[in-house]
């Protein structure tokens, strides 16, 4: 025998689904990020530079250095490279030449064959070569000199894809691209108060970059320099996410409660 549903229980089932919607509503609203807040590079339009920038070398960079020269003046430069003699199938010895790799000190200097102390700290790797090749030519004739910076990199941390420290293998780096090797940010990042902490002459600086606005391309901060880190905060969205999500829980358990004391009570 069939037993029809009463009034009092269409009327507590209505009830439920109104609860159900508004926990739907309330969820989707704390979703929502408007454009505003969320598009890169914003008046772009109205922003022009004409600033080059170059990479200074500062303590605690370690450089690579090759030094070569014309026939007959290689010989000269080899006091400058490292050798490596190493046997080969046939019986024989192959020799590889490579280039000394010199820590940059606390003064911003290193130490090399011959020459003794050369200040490379607080030039850009054009003035370093310069410098450089204008002591070694007193020892080798017109030489070759290639330098490279072999440390070059930047950590990203916070609401990004992948946060983690990235080397770099040019000589420079912007914030966007750096933010593009740790996968962007997630849609929970403050795009409006990016951080960038700086180590300048052994003294901690930082600042703050807004990525929505265009106008930060003119920030020193645009450019990142070697061992920068950068963090991006959450942004309220993502702050509030977690106590939300407790007080969504604690509603749904709620309303748990509530239909299974209704469906007993109307059996």
């Not at 490579?98 to 003035?127: A, C, F, H, Q, W």
Request: aromatic residues 6%; hydrophobic residues 40%; contains cysteine.
């Amino acid at each position: 025998m069939c037993t029809l549903p009463s009034r009092k229980t269409n009327s507590s089932l209505q009830m439920i689904k109104k609860i159900g919607l508004l926990i739907v509503i309330i969820f989707a609203f704390s979703s929502c990020a408007p454009r505003k807040k969320m598009a890169y590079f914003q008046n772009i339009a109205d922003v022009s530079s004409d600033k080059l920038y170059e990479t200074k070398l500062q303590a605690d960079d370690l450089v690579r250095i090759m030094v070569d020269a014309p026939a007959p003046n290689q010989e000269l430069a080899a006091p400058f490279n490292l050798t490596t003699l190493s046997p080969t199938a046939s019986g024989g010895t192959s020799v590889t030449t490579e280039g000394r790799e010199y820590l940059i000190d606390k003064n911003g200097e290193i130490s090399m064959p011959l020459i003794g102390k050369v200040k490379l700290g607080g030039l850009t790797r054009d003035e370093a070569l310069l410098k450089i090749t204008g002591e070694i030519s007193k020892y080798v004739t017109n030489p070759i000199i290639n330098l490279r910076l072999m440390n070059f990199k930047v950590t990203v941390l916070g609401e990004v894809n992948s946060p983690g420290s990235y080397p770099i293998g040019t000589e420079r780096i912007t914030l966007p691209e750096a933010l593009a090797l740790a996968g962007d940010l997630q849609i929970t990042g403050l795009r409006k108060n990016i951080m960038i902490i700086r180590e300048v002459e052994g003294k901690k600086t930082y600042g703050f970059v807004d990525i929505t606005n265009a106008d930060f391309m003119n920030s020193e901060f645009y450019y990142l320099t070697q061992n920068d880190l950068v963090v991006v905060e959450p942004n309220r969205m993502r702050r509030n996410s977690s106590a939300i999500g407790r007080e969504l829980s604690i509603v749904v358990s709620a309303v748990s409660l509530i239909v299974t004391i209704i469906t007993f009570a109307t059996r």
